[in-house]
C-alpha cells in the first residue's frame, strides 16, 4: 500500500527555518514527480512546490519561491521542503503526495495527518 510520512515539523519563530521529510513507501518512488501541498486552518488545500521524477525540474507557487526549496533523495525514498524565513502566514499542515507530472494535481490524494508547522512570535 503507498504510504507518506511527514516529520520535521515543528513550532518556531518568525524569521527561523524548518526541513519537512516525507518517507514514501508503496509505489516505484523514482518514476513519479513528488509535491507538497499545505493547508491552513479555515483555508482550502493549496500546492506548495513539485519536483520532477529525477530532480531535474522543479514548479513553486508563485509565495513560496525563492524562501522554500524541494528536493528528493530516491535512494532513500524521501522528499523535503527546506522552509526559510518563516512567517505566520506559513503556518499550516504540510502534506506529500506523488503528482501527475511536474504540473499535474496529487495522483494518490490520501492526505494523512501531514505535518504541522507553527510559526509563533
Known amino acids: 500500500q503507498v504510504q507518506f510520512v511527514e516529520s520535521g515539523g515543528g513550532l518556531v519563530q518568525p524569521g527561523e527555518s524548518l526541513r519537512l521529510s516525507c518517507a514514501v513507501s508503496?509505489?516505484?518512488?523514482?518514476?513519479?514527480?513528488m509535491s507538497w501541498y499545505r493547508q491552513a486552518p479555515g483555508k482550502a488545500r493549496e500546492l506548495v512546490a513539485t519536483i520532477s521524477s529525477g530532480s531535474r525540474a522543479t514548479n513553486y507557487a508563485d509565495s513560496m519561491k525563492g524562501r522554500f526549496t524541494i528536493s528528493r533523495d530516491n535512494a532513500k525514498n524521501t522528499l523535503y521542503l527546506e522552509m526559510n524565513s518563516l512567517e505566520s502566514e506559513n503556518k499550516a499542515v504540510y502534506y506529500c503526495?506523488?503528482?501527475?507530472?511536474?504540473?499535474?494535481?496529487?495522483?494518490?490524494?490520501?492526505w494523512g495527518q501531514g505535518g504541522q508547522v507553527t510559526v509563533s512570535s
Open positions: 508503496g509505489f516505484t518512488f523514482n518514476r513519479y514527480a
Open positions: 503526495d506523488a503528482a501527475m507530472g511536474l504540473y499535474g494535481g496529487p495522483k494518490f490524494g490520501s
